[in-house]
């Protein structure tokens, strides 16, 4: 392990800020104290800072030696509606907000780097830092990126992690191509002809639509898939009905789709309304599908995972890198960042042991002895990368 000396002494301090963000979380577009808590430190460090940008979010600019060259290195910081039940000391003042998440680590760890980066200032060029809110469902990220973003803040390439808890605190991940899957929703409404369940030949029956759906929804993966791409369709609600003795007029299914292909994605949406429209038409009813692509795939570009590869290796040593780990289908709305630049995204070992509770869990806290590795890993990397003007004058 190497850890960047002004970040090893930096840990005390980074582990009173992440304490402080985790007592008092805030949801998507409202970090208001979040995002005011990040704007003052980066003051306070003696950073340029702009605010407002997608409502709650901040940048802060960080120049040396005169180079034009400039990277993005971006955290996010909202917390999920979760009630926390960790118990410890710094657990959640906010009933029902939690950061279950860890963008309280995430938000921390690029403090830090801040923080050092401005001291030292061992590189030649411009760093963006980039604190992002609502990254949990809401597209903060997509926000900041129409809002211009890049065109504000231009740069090279823009890079991003997520702790990993699956993972033992000291390794980090990533590959180039896709590591997060796209994220879509689809809502299907069947409307049939509400009856007596005792005279049911009088009316037609929504239920029995959704009992077929479901199922004819799978054989898309099965049957429709290519076997080596990858598609996961998941019916996650069913309403319908309100007692025992009456056929409802109407069932709503709703759920998710992950994919890594955007012909994948075209696929399972053409495929789902096909499907659809065929049960409704055998049963005579009616049936919409509404289909909603909300985040893209997560995918790396070849020559910013190597230099992600390579400030990793020089952190955690090679031999703690996984250069090949297998993709989630979980989403990350870093994926609008990475449509619009060149980048990458990787995963940082953050558990303490096969008990360790996963994201989301109301029993998650965020590993304090990821920090160092963490904000360690952005400092060499802003460093590798902005390191030409430096060889230069050397
Ligand atoms: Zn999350
Ligand atoms: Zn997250």
Avoid at 97 to 111: E, R, V
Avoid at 229 to 258: C, F, K, M, Y
Wanted: proline fraction near 5%.
């Amino acid at each position: 392990m190497k850890l960047v000396p002004e970040i090893a002494a930096l840990v005390p301090e980074m582990k009173s800020w992440r304490h402080r963000i985790h007592a008092h979380p805030e949801t998507a577009f409202e970090e208001i104290a979040t995002s005011a808590f990040v704007a003052d430190k980066l003051r306070s460090f003696g950073l340029e800072v702009h605010t407002g940008l997608a409502k709650t979010g901040v940048v802060g600019v960080l120049r040396a030696g005169s180079g034009g060259d400039a990277i993005g290195l971006r955290a996010d910081l909202d917390a999920l509606p979760i009630q926390e039940k960790t118990g410890v000391t710094h657990a959640s003042r906010n009933a029902g907000k939690m950061h279950a998440c860890g963008h309280d680590g995430h938000t921390t760890m690029l403090l830090g780097a801040a923080s050092a980066l401005e001291r030292t200032k061992r590189f030649d060029g411009t760093v963006y830092f980039i604190f992002q809110p609502a990254e949990e469902n809401e597209g903060g990220g997509r926000v900041m990126v129409e809002e211009g973003l890049f065109d504000r803040f231009p740069m090279r390439a823009v890079y991003g992690m997520h702790n990993w808890p699956k993972m033992p605190v000291g390794t980090i991940a990533a590959k180039a191509g896709p590591l997060m899957g796209a994220y879509d929703i689809f809502e299907i409404v069947v409307t049939g002809k509400g009856a007596h369940a005792a005279m049911a030949y009088q009316g037609k029956d929504p239920m029995l639509f959704a009992a077929h759906a479901i199922n004819a929804l799978q054989t898309i993966v099965a049957r429709n898939l290519h076997p080596l791409d990858a598609g996961v369709v998941s019916v996650t609600q069913v309403h319908g009905g309100d007692t025992w003795n009456v056929i409802p007029q109407e069932v709503v299914l709703r759920g998710t789709v992950r994919t890594f292909k955007r012909e994948v994605q075209d696929l399972i949406e053409q495929r789902m309304r096909t499907i659809v429209a065929g049960i409704a038409a055998m049963f005579e009813m009616s049936a919409t599908v509404r289909y909603e692509r909300r985040y893209p795939a997560t995918i790396n570009s070849e020559e910013e995972a190597r230099h992600a590869l390579a400030a990793a290796s020089a952190v955690v040593g090679a031999a703690n890198v996984d250069t090949d780990p297998m993709p989630e289908m979980g989403s990350e709305d870093f994926a609008f960042m990475l449509a619009a630049k060149p980048g990458c995204y990787i995963w940082l070992g953050a558990g303490r042991g096969p008990e360790t509770p996963g994201l989301h869990n109301p029993y998650y806290d965020f590993n304090d002895d990821a920090l160092a590795i963490g904000a360690s890993y952005w400092v060499t990397l802003a460093e590798q990368q902005l390191a030409a003007g430096l060889r230069r004058a050397a």
